[in-house]
Structures are given as structure tokens and as C-alpha cells.
């Protein structure tokens, strides 16, 4: 293949605490015969890219420089995270968890062959480079027309919000709390909810996310940062019988409040009064740091309860292939429409280097999604 203008995007700590993020030429492999050659042409920045991409660096310290011949955006790693980022040291990391391109080669099999100059979502991680090359049965085709934008972002959120109602259901709740719930993935859920008829309480934390999700036929939708927050949380928390919570926030008491406001909704819905607390089991999953902070207990939650960590993909692997692969094809079908995701701004794989972008992506704010196009500026 042709890989003159081939680049990929690395992420490294250096062993004097730097952070480099450098775009390298690369050559392009010829695909094996079950293997297809994705140009690619759409790649979010999803916060778990973030992680691995900006996180670790003082962003206030970014500055644009040439690194071994390549441009490089680099910066110190922040004191806090020099202990954590020890393990990576060296490593040049490959960023971008799923996007979307086009076919552009494909391999002898009947197979990849099928795929070949059509428009595919794929997820696998190294993502961040003009040229994926991946096996023909991990991509997924979009249908004819679709535009690379749609199939963008059609796996770690669509999937997240399918795999928390498995949850929900294989666990036995029937009702759900949501935390940082205007996020992108927040309106994926708040559509899916209200698609199947899911009870849903959404906690928020401005008037303008509360409007949002309102707008959008979300009947419960609690702004935390008002008075009163607490009494209107266990209200709607026991007019939807929610014991389950999926908190993408963590630091802080939010997990604790949600812990007290389904104590307090489970007597309100008549549990008899002990002084160790009801007998019905209250869940709250974090499945982000959004708040990076220590998460708080109080006294008030009672003692039947529990706080865990959840992870898309092992959840995933739980359900197994056949149903991640019918997920798949609906986050297809609902591309436009229950997973549609909104992007602010997109840019070339330069263009992330520049250190005022570099800033605005790392502030993960409401609606402020980017997106990358490796195949700009070649
Ligand atoms: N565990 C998993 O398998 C898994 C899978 C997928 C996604 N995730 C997680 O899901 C979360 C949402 O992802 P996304 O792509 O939807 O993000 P996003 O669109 O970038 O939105 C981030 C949202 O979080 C809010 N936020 C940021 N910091 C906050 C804080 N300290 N307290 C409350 N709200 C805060 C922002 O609101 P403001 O505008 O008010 O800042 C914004 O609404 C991320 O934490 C991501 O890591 C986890």
C-alpha cells in the first residue's frame, strides 16, 4: 500500500516527567486475507480517551515544539500524577478507542472483500491514525450513504447505555439514577430510557443540563446544585422505585446522597423503620472519575447496600458475542436518532496539537464533543 502520507498519533510520558503527543508518519501493512484497511476519517474524543491522551499533564504547561522530527504538543505532567503514570514511562501509547472510515483495501477473503469502499464503525482502540487496519469481522458496515460522522461514536457510549439496562434487568431492578446525566452519553440514555419505557431519575448539576434533558421528556431530572436538591431527589427516587445508580462523577458525596435519598424513598414507600436500615438492597455503580476526589460516606444509608466499579467491556464479555453483535447493529440502526451524537468542532490529527485545543477538549464540558478527521491536512 501506498503509506506516503500515512500518520499515527502517539502518547508518551518521558522519564524527565513530560508529556509528548506527536503525529509520525508510519507505512501502512499490506491486509491479511481476512483483513480490511480502514481510512479513517471520523474519531471522537471521548472522556476514557482523555485518560490515556491529555490526563496526565499540567495543561498550563502545554507548548508546541518539534520532537525527533515530528510535531509534538508537550507539557509537564502534573505533580499529582507522576506516581500513577510510572507504569507507562517510555511508551509510546496508540490513542482513540472506535471511530469510523472507509474501506479502502481489503484482503483475499470473500469477507473483506464485501467490505471494500464501504463506510464502517470499529472499535479496538488505535484509532488515531489515517490508516486502521483491522479483521473484517470486527468492523461493522453502515448502510449505503451513511456519512463516516454517524458512525463515529457508535460504540463506547451506545453500548455502555444498552449494557446498564442488561444490568439493570439481569440484577433486578426496575428503575435507574444517572449522575453528570446531560453528558453525551446521559441524552443516550435518557432516549433509551424513554424509548423502552424505563423509569429514570436524572441528577444534573446546572439549570441549563435540567432544561435539556426536560426538553427531551425526561420527567425527573434534579438539579444538584439548588436548594432543596435532597427532598426533590427522594421524591422522584421513590415515584420511580429506583434502586440502581450509574454515577459517572465518584469524587465527592454524590454517591452517598444517592445511597440516602433510596433509604429515605424506601420508607417513604412504607419499609417498616430498624435502626439498621431497610431490607432492600440499594446499587450504585461508578463508571467514571469525572470528580477524581475521594468519593464520602455519611451515616444515613443504612447498612444494605453497595458501591462497585463497572466497566463496559467485561460487561460486555458477560452478555457475550452474539449479543454484543445484535447491540451493535441497533446502535447502527439508531445511529441518528437514539445514539445521535453532537460534535463541537472537529479537527486533523495537527490540529490537536495545538495547546489552546488541547485545553478546550480536556474541559469536557456539556455538548463540547470534538471530533478528529485523521484525513485532514495529509
Ligand atoms: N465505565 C465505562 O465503561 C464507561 C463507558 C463509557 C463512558 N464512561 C464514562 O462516561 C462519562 C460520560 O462520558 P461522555 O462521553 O458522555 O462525556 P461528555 O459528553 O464529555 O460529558 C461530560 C459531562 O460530565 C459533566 N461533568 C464533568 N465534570 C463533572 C463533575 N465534576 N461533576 C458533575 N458533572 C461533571 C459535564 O458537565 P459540565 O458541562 O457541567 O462540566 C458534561 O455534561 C465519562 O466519565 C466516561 O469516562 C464510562
Not at 441549563?208 to 444538584?224: F, K, N, P, W, Y
Not at 462523577?249 to 424513598?265: H, K, T, Y
Amino acid at each position: 500500500m501506498d503509506g506516503t502520507s500515512a500518520r499515527q498519533l502517539f502518547s508518551t510520558v518521558t522519564d524527565d516527567d513530560r508529556l509528548v503527543i506527536s503525529v509520525e508518519p508510519f507505512d501502512v501493512p499490506e491486509p491479511a486475507a481476512g483483513e480490511v484497511v480502514v481510512a479513517m476519517k471520523a474519531v471522537p474524543l471521548n472522556p476514557s480517551d482523555l485518560g490515556l491522551l491529555l490526563s496526565p499533564a499540567d495543561l498550563g504547561t502545554a507548548r508546541s515544539e518539534v520532537v525527533q522530527g515530528s510535531p509534538a504538543l508537550v507539557a509537564d505532567v502534573a505533580r499529582a500524577m507522576r506516581r500513577a503514570v510510572k507504569g507507562r514511562v517510555g511508551q509510546k501509547l496508540s490513542v482513540g478507542n472506535e471511530g469510523a472510515g472507509v474501506v479502502v483495501a481489503a484482503g483475499a477473503s470473500a469477507s473483506a472483500q464485501a467490505l471494500m469502499g464501504r463506510v464502517v464503525t470499529l472499535v479496538g482502540g488505535q484509532m488515531m491514525r489515517t490508516h486502521r487496519v483491522m479483521e473484517a469481522a470486527h468492523v461493522v458496515p453502515l448502510p449505503e450513504g451513511a456519512d463516516p460522522v454517524e458512525g463515529a461514536s457508535l460504540f463506547v457510549n451506545p453500548m455502555t447505555v444498552q449494557a446498564f439496562l442488561e444490568t439493570m434487568e439481569r440484577e433486578g431492578h426496575s428503575a435507574l439514577v444517572h449522575t453528570a446525566a446531560a453528558s453525551n452519553l446521559g441524552q443516550m440514555l435518557a432516549r433509551l430510557c424513554l424509548k423502552r419505557g424505563v423509569p429514570l431519575v436524572a441528577i444534573v448539576r446546572s439549570e441549563a443540563q435540567r432544561t435539556l434533558l426536560a426538553d427531551m421528556g425526561v420527567e425527573h431530572v434534579i438539579d444538584s446544585s439548588v436548594d432543596g436538591y435532597m427532598g426533590r431527589l427522594i421524591a422522584a427516587i421513590a415515584a420511580t422505585g429506583a434502586t440502581l445508580a450509574f454515577d459517572a462523577v465518584s469524587g465527592g458525596r454524590l454517591a452517598n446522597d444517592i445511597l440516602v435519598a433510596m433509604e429515605q424513598a424506601q420508607i417513604k414507600l412504607g419499609a417498616p423503620y430498624s435502626v439498621y436500615g431497610t431490607t432492600t438492597h440499594k446499587q450504585v455503580y461508578i463508571y467514571g472519575r469525572l470528580d477524581p476526589s475521594p468519593v464520602t460516606l455519611t451515616a444515613g444509608t443504612g447498612l444494605y447496600w453497595g458501591i462497585g466499579g463497572w466497566l463496559v467491556t467485561p460487561r460486555l464479555a458477560e452478555l457475550g458475542r452474539e449479543r454484543t453483535m445484535e447491540m451493535r447493529r441497533y446502535a447502527v440502526e439508531e445511529r441518528n436518532g437514539v445514539f445521535a451524537s453532537h460534535y463541537t468542532r472537529t479537527v486533523s490529527l495537527e490540529e490537536l496539537l495545538e495547546p489552546d485545543v488541547a485545553r478546550a477538549i480536556d474541559r469536557k464540558a456539556t455538548g463540547e464533543k470534538f471530533l478528529v478527521d485523521p484525513s485532514k491536512g495529509s
